[in-house]
């Protein structure tokens, strides 16, 4: 009677563990992840960023799968896209911006990408981990209030 009431305590205790600490870390086994992915399989989805609004606005993903997210500015203005929560809660591949000027970076995570006006693009690769709802904003000014915000829900 005093075990089960013991693993009873313990398995709530547990339950409740991973909601408070995942917002605060990143993908650690992020490599492993990225190696075991089908990238034959990757979808591609693209943002456009603009004055003043994401298109599209809300994003829906699906958990465990391969990415290359392209946040592209087709205003006037420079733009973020500053998802600093759902940075952390995929497994980062690499971000890159295009051949044959362009670069790449690999991170751990980070919480924001700028894509330039008149044309600027970013390209994402990731593998999605967590699940959830995570806020995505425009930190320029006050772009946010004038409709630079979203969401993205990975499922
Ligand atoms: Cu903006």
């Given at each position: 009677m005093r075990m089960s009431f013991l693993v009873?305590?313990?398995?709530?205790?547990?339950?409740?563990?991973?909601?408070?600490?995942?917002?605060?870390?990143?993908?650690?086994?992020?490599?492993?992840?990225?190696?075991?992915?089908n990238w034959d399989a990757m979808e591609t989805v693209t943002v456009e960023l603009d004055?003043?609004?994401?298109?599209?606005?809300?994003?829906?993903?699906?958990?465990?799968?391969?990415?290359?997210?392209?946040?592209?500015?087709?205003?006037?203005?420079?733009?973020?896209?500053?998802a600093s929560e759902f940075f952390?809660?995929?497994?980062?591949?690499?971000?890159?911006?295009?051949?044959?000027?362009?670069?790449?970076?690999?991170?751990?995570?980070?919480s924001a990408v700028e894509a330039y006006k008149d044309g600027g693009s970013v390209e994402l690769f990731f593998v999605t981990v967590n699940k959830g709802?995570?806020?995505v904003v425009c930190t320029i000014e006050d772009h946010k209030d004038q409709g630079m915000h979203g969401t993205i829900t990975v499922e």
């Open positions: 009873l305590a313990l398995s709530g205790a547990i339950l409740s563990f991973p909601a408070a600490v995942s917002a605060a870390d990143y993908i650690t086994d992020a490599a492993a992840i990225v190696k075991a992915a004055e003043h609004s994401f298109a599209p606005q809300d994003l829906k993903l699906k958990a465990g799968q391969p990415y290359k997210l392209v946040i592209k500015n087709v205003g006037e203005k420079d733009h973020y896209y500053t952390k809660s995929v497994a980062w591949r690499k971000v890159q911006t295009p051949k044959p000027h362009g670069g790449e970076i690999k991170a751990p995570y980070f709802q995570f806020e």
